[in-house]
Antibody
Framework: LQLQESGPGLVKPSETLSLTCAVSDGSVDSSRFYWGWLRQPPGRGLEWIASIYYSGNTYYNASLQSRVTISVDTADSHFSLKLHSVTAADTAVYYC??????????????WGQGTLVTVS | QSALTQPASVSGSPSQSITISCTGSSSDIGTYDHVSWYQQHPGKAPKLIIYEVNKRPSGVSLRFSGSKSGNTASLTVSGLLAEDEADYFCSSYAGTRVLVFGGGTKLAVL
């Protein structure tokens, strides 16, 4: 399984951050996993943002929920993140990852390499 | 401020053992066994090394072990190797589809 994030590395304040995670050597169309987005501000810890099931079922970090949209495209095997009204505090490395359900529930066992998004 | 509390740093000499604590509350670690640990080397993505408190994914060294007591989870690394020098993060399910992380611990192998 491989995950690869893509999207702009620079976003202006108040605009929308948009990222896509392409899933290869596997498929988002699986009942065994959720697919999630996490982020890590420079020099700081990890923060879970949101997760989505292939059916479209979603759940979000309450602190970000009002600004976040996550979606999945099973035909093209990718899932996406939109974070609206960004500020400098949203500057971080953004990761997409696979989240276990029956095995390693609430654990992320495969990760993309991460992409740095700077808000400025 | 992270929901789970970890020491900022720990250190040990090669071949020794170290333990990293992760303190939460009765709303997360104290109630649920969905505790995970991640290892992160500089510039790399995190790697899952422990899930469900004490289970290791395939391929993870037996030198890594996890446990839990009350509201605190622990990661033990035995037989320290230079390659174990990294940041370690804990996470826990906190109910109502919420996941929380610790702030991370830097492990130095002296």
């Amino acid at each position: 399984l491989q995950l690869q994030e893509s999207g702009p590395g620079l976003v202006k304040p108040s605009e929308t951050l948009s990222l896509t995670c392409a899933v290869s050597d596997g498929s988002v169309d699986s009942s065994r996993f959720y697919w999630g987005w996490l982020r890590q501000p420079p020099g700081r810890g990890l923060e879970w943002i949101a997760s989505i099931y292939y059916s479209g079922n979603t759940y979000y970090n309450a602190s970000l929920q009002s600004r976040v949209t996550i979606s999945v495209d099973t035909a093209d095997s990718h899932f996406s993140l939109k974070l609206h009204s960004v500020t400098a505090a949203d500057t971080a490395v953004y990761y997409c990852a696979r989240q276990g359900i029956a095995v390693a529930p609430w654990g992320f066992d495969s990760w993309g390499q991460g992409t740095l998004v700077t808000v400025s | 401020q992270s929901a789970l509390t970890q020491p900022a740093s720990v250190s040990g000499s090669p071949s020794q053992s170290i333990t990293i604590s992760c303190t939460g509350s009765s709303s997360d670690i104290g109630t649920y066994d969905h505790v995970s640990w991640y290892q992160q080397h500089p510039g790399k993505a995190p790697k899952l090394i422990i899930y469900e408190v004490n289970k290791r994914p395939s391929g993870v060294s037996l030198r890594f072990s996890g446990s839990k007591s009350g509201n605190t989870a622990s990661l033990t690394v035995s037989g320290l190797l230079a390659e174990d020098e990294a940041d370690y993060f804990c996470s826990s399910y906190a109910g109502t589809r919420v996941l929380v992380f610790g702030g991370g611990t830097k492990l130095a192998v002296l």
